[in-house]
């Protein structure tokens, strides 16, 4: 049986005496693995330290063993390959046309984070998210998620939610929301299901073919997120939801991430209800990135203008200078611009059909 917090609320680290004092309501399971978040009170010879803040552990099947040092089980911290961290190093994709999609990309995104990609349309934003998602080959040695190259290994726990995804046929036939979410195993994570259905306003009596864009792109979301991923790829799939129902959304996705061991990375041009979101931004320009960090970096010591929070004109500041930078498009050089939707097969990706997973 696996471990649970609740069962085994007592641990040792090193030579520390914990106690649980918050932990999340359920637990993530990656390859017989369990990586729990939880705050513990910990100490040491007597003197309590402060509580700490959703640390993340490893607690293995045989994690508790209440016979060494009774009642406490011996805990570890979770190590750098169980955490889904990301990283690129010095990335670059050349389309099958020989195209530059993106160039010499550094990043090191943490745990629990979540970033926001920002770029003019054309940047490389999907390019990179692709990549990520282990949809397109990269270079050897240039991808890490959780340490784990992720077009070799097909990473369990990665969720990318993009173009092709959207496109799905099955959420325009005649099927109800109930048979969807089941069909993408809602039955087996009913709390999470529920859940997403209060957040996202669902109606499970609606029938597909009977709905409006937005009430299929809701529809949509809580069948991707349902399975309870430990790296979430969004490609702007908010678009036709109705102001409440993406506040209500972006809530809960902030929350997934402080509850749980899990990281987003989200590509977006529309920026309401976004302040104080992000705690990442990178800003992509023609197949670079030509900053990125903790979000607060960028936007201390900004007014917020023309009813435009912090985040909007930073990001407006971005594109005019992009813009300014690159010139009229007929100029670039680089990727020739409306490509990626024109290749025909599934969501314009055809030129790449047999490496999709
Ligand atoms: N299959 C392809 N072959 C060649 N070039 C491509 C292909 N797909 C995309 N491109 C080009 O690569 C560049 C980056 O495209 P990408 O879709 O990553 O941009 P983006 O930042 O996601 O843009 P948007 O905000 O419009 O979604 C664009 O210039 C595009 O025309």
Redesign the pocket.
Known sequence: MLPTVANHPRYAIGDLRCTVVKCPPHIEVARQKVVVAFSLSCARRGAMDRPTDHLPFLVTADSPKPKNDPPYATLTMAPKEALPTIETSALSYT???Y?T??SDITLSLPVQSRTLLI??????????LRLLAGKRLAPANTIAIGGVDPFKEGLEGVTYLGLEWVLNPIVRTDISVTELLRSVGGDAYPERRDELIGVLDIDTRWRMHAVSDGERRRVQLAMGLIRPWTVLLL??ITVDLDVLSRANFLSWLRAETEKRVCTIVY?T?ILDNLAGWPTHLVH?HL?TVREWGPAEQFLEGLDARSGNSTLGELVLGWLRQDLKDRGPRTKVV???????YD?GGYGG?G??SHHMK
């Open positions: 389309f099958p046309d195209s999609g993106i770029g003019a349309n054309g940047a490389g934003k999907t390019t990179l490609d702007e590509a041009h992509m197949g680089i990727g020739p611009e409306g490509k990626t290749a990706y030129d790449e």
